[in-house]
């Protein structure tokens, strides 16, 4: 798997906003990525030192349509822990 391939795109919520401010990022990843392989398309992506990455899997949800049940995709995502004084921008005007 290539490095661009492992980030599919930030997470930007009002958790992940808090977590910026102890220099953690989320990130939607390929279920495949590992955590080397998300460490190193960070480092390469955005030019930051990479301290720690955590992985969590979401399972999808089961939604209701009339009489058909539908299941949401699963997701993989990743905290990164950055080095202090390390920040990414994600969004303008931060």
Same mark, same amino acid.
């Given at each position: 798997? +290539?490095?661009?391939?492992?980030?599919?795109? =930030?997470?930007?919520? +009002? &958790?992940?906003? /808090? /977590?910026? #401010?102890?220099? !953690?990022?989320? %990130?939607?990843?390929? =279920? *495949?990525?590992? !955590?080397?392989?998300?460490? +190193?398309?960070?480092? &390469?992506? %955005?030019g930051v030192t990479v301290i720690d990455v955590n992985i969590c899997k979401v *399972?999808?949800? +089961? !939604? *209701?349509?009339? =009489? @058909?049940l539908i299941r949401t995709p699963d997701v993989k995502k990743a905290i990164v822990?950055?080095?202090?004084?390390? @920040?990414?921008?994600?969004? #303008?005007?931060?």
């Amino acid at each position: 798997m +290539e490095l661009q391939q492992v980030l599919v795109k =930030p997470i930007i919520t +009002e &958790k992940s906003t /808090l /977590l910026q #401010e102890n220099g !953690k990022y989320v %990130f939607h990843v390929a =279920p *495949r990525a590992n !955590k080397i392989m998300i460490k +190193e398309a960070v480092q &390469k992506a %955005f030019g930051v030192t990479v301290i720690d990455v955590n992985i969590c899997k979401v *399972r999808g949800k +089961e !939604k *209701r349509y009339g =009489p @058909r049940l539908i299941r949401t995709p699963d997701v993989k995502k990743a905290i990164v822990t950055l080095l202090a004084g390390d @920040r990414i921008q994600l969004i #303008e005007g931060l």
